[in-house]
């Protein structure tokens, strides 16, 4: 009854061969920084971290894809890199809930074993936020 795999290994040689050994599943990457590359061995689009903070570029990347304008999600997806990067520099789910409440956003508060993150982390995600041009409260 399975019928799609959330690719995340990150390896991109690893998910050719499951499209190759068992190509009925639909493929969905589990990496933002993997979208366009998991779409270009048939991938149907992404689980997405991201998405939570920038949900319309993360369709338009997959939309774009799927439209057929290759170019187009692959330069919003390296535009959009930084911030990618960025929600993964602490264990997940800190950086995005972190981002969101810079966002002004209450998405309540971190639980144990969960912890701030460190200060050189937040202003590396912070930048990254604004430099893409993401309006901080």
Known sequence: ????????SGDIGYAMKIRREV?????YSGNDDMIVPVMSIGGKGVISVVANILPEETHNICQYYLDGDVEKARQLQLSMLDVMNSMFIE???VPVK???RLMGYN??????PLYDMEDANLEKMKKAMTDYG????
């Open 107 to 112: 998405v309540g508060n971190l639980r144990a």
């Open 98 to 100: 972190t981002a969101l």
């Open 1 to 8: 009854n399975i019928v799609a795999i959330k690719e995340a």
């Open 23 to 27: 190509p009925e599943l639909y493929m």
């Open 134 to 137: 993401i309006k901080l409260a």
């Open 91 to 93: 264990v997940n789910p």
